[in-house]
C-alpha cells in the first residue's frame, strides 16, 4: 500500500501492488486532496489512512476493501472515521481489530489517542508529554509511541475492560534516542517479536558531519537482481 502522485501531482492517492512487484498496480482511490495510508485491519477488510480535509484538517478514513493478494482487490467507498478542526494522523488498527490509535493536537500539544473501531464510543489518551507515531505491540498490551520532545519510544501497558481502554503511565522503552522523520507510517517500526525496533539512530552531533547526499539509480532493478522472485 503506497501513496502516490502518478495521476495528479501533488495530489497524493492511494494504491496497491504486490510486495514481490508482480502484478499490476491498482488506485483505491480518487479524491481531489492528498491521502496518507496508514494500517491495515487484522481482517484485511479495511484500511485506515490520513486526508487532508483543508477547512477541517488532517482527518482519519477507513476505505472497506473485498478480495485478496490472488483475486485482485477491490476498494469500497472510503467514509470518515474521525473529522475534526483538529489533525488526526498515524491511525494504527490494534493486533485485534478493536481500536484505532492515533496522533490528534486537538490539545496545545500532539498526543496519542485510542477510539474503538468502528465505533461509537469514547476516547482515551495514552501519551501525556507529547507523542506521534503510535506502534502497537502483538506479543504484549503495550502500545508504542514517539515523544516528539526527547525523540524516544515510548511504551503504555493497556487494559481492555468490557469496552473501555485503560492506558497506564508511559514508560521509556528504549533510552536510545532516534532520528525523526515526517514518513507517513512513523520513524521506527516494531518487529512482531516486539523486542526489537527498526529505526533511524540519532548521531552524536560531535562525532559524524552529515554532508554527503548518496543517490541510488535504478533501485527495483538492483533489488530484483538480489533477490528474484521466489527467493527468499
Known amino acids: 500500500m503506497f501513496a502516490s502522485d502518478r495521476t495528479k501531482p501533488g495530489t497524493f492517492n492511494l494504491y496497491w501492488v504486490n510486495a514481490d512487484g508482480t502484478g499490476e498496480v491498482t ?7 492528498s491521502q496518507i495510508a496508514g494500517s491495515w485491519h487484522p481482517s484485511g477488510k479495511f484500511l485506515a489512512f490520513q486526508e487532508d480535509h483543508g477547512a477541517t484538517g488532517l482527518d482519519l478514513m477507513v476505505l472497506p476493501m473485498e478480495g485478496d493478494a ?93 469496552d473501555s481502554f485503560r492506558a497506564d503511565k508511559p514508560q521509556i522503552w528504549s533510552p536510545t ?24 539512530g540519532a548521531q552524536d552531533q560531535g562525532t559524524a558531519v552529515q554532508d554527503k547526499v548518496v543517490f541510488v539509480f535504478n533501485f527495483a532493478d538492483y533489488l530484483r537482481r538480489i533477490a528474484p522472485v521466489g527467493r527468499k
Do not use: C
Not at 27 to 33: C, Q
Not at 113 to 132: A, C, D, I, L, N
Not at 182 to 189: E, P, V
Open 70 to 162: 490472488k483475486r485482485g482487490v477491490t476498494p469500497g467507498k472510503p467514509t470518515v472515521f474521525l473529522g475534526m478542526t483538529a489533525a488526526q494522523t498515524n491511525p494504527m488498527f490494534s493486533p485485534d481489530g478493536r481500536w484505532i490509535a492515533y496522533r490528534s493536537n486537538e490539545g496545545d500539544l500532539d498526543d496519542i489517542f485510542v477510539r474503538p473501531f468502528p465505533g461509537p464510543g469514547g476516547k482515551w489518551r495514552v501519551s501525556t508529554e507529547r507523542g506521534t507515531y503510535p506502534k502497537w505491540s502483538t506479543t504484549a498490551h503495550e502500545l508504542l509511541f514517539l515523544n516528539n520532545q526527547n525523540l524516544k519510544v515510548m511504551f503504555s501497558p493497556y487494559a481492555e475492560v468490557g
Open 27 to 33: 488506485r483505491l482511490t480518487d479524491s481531489p486532496t
Open 177 to 200: 534516542g532516534i532520528r525523526s522523520t515526517r514518513a507517513g507510517n512513523g520513524a521506527y517500526d516494531l518487529h512482531p517479536d516486539g523486542k526489537r525496533l527498526a529505526v533511524a
